[in-house]
C-alpha cells in the first residue's frame, strides 16, 4: 500500500518562503506522477502542481507558476513543493497525492489522476 506523508506546513509571514515536503512509501516516486493541490476553508480542491517520473515533466496551475516550484529527490523518495512570495491566499491544507502507473499527463490538474493521497498540512500566511 503507497502511503504519502506531507510535512512542512505551518505559520508564514506574507512574502515568506516555505517548502512543503512528501515522502512516499510502500512504492517509490519514481513510479508514479505526483502532484499537489490544497483546499482552502469552504472550497474545493485546486491543483498546485504536479511532476511525472523519468524526464520529470512538471505542471504548474497558473496561479502559482511564477512562485512555486517542485521537485523530486529519488534518494529520499520526497517530492518537494517551494513556495515563494506568500500571499494570504495561500493559506490552505496542502496535500500531496500519487497516481498509479497509468495516468494522462494532459490531466495532472485533475484530482481523479490521483489514487493515494496524504493527510494534508495545513499552511497559513498572515498579512
Known amino acids: 500500500q503507497v502511503q504519502m506523508v506531507e510535512s512542512g506546513g505551518g505559520l508564514a509571514q506574507a512574502g515568506a518562503s516555505l517548502t512543503l515536503s512528501c515522502t512516499a512509501s510502500g512504492s517509490t516516486v519514481s513510479s508514479f506522477a505526483t502532484g499537489w493541490f490544497r483546499q482552502a476553508p469552504g472550497k474545493d480542491y485546486e491543483f498546485v502542481a504536479a511532476?511525472?517520473?523519468?524526464?520529470?515533466?512538471?505542471y504548474y496551475a497558473d496561479s502559482v507558476k511564477d512562485r512555486v516550484t517542485i521537485s523530486v529527490d529519488n534518494a529520499k523518495n520526497t517530492v518537494y513543493l517551494r513556495m515563494n512570495t506568500l500571499l494570504p491566499e495561500d493559506t490552505a491544507v496542502y496535500y500531496c497525492a500519487a497516481t498509479g502507473p497509468s495516468y494522462l499527463r494532459g490531466a495532472l490538474n485533475t484530482v481523479n489522476q490521483y489514487r493515494y493521497w496524504g493527510q494534508g498540512t495545513q499552511v497559513t500566511v498572515s498579512s
Open positions: 511532476v511525472t517520473p523519468g524526464p520529470g515533466y512538471t
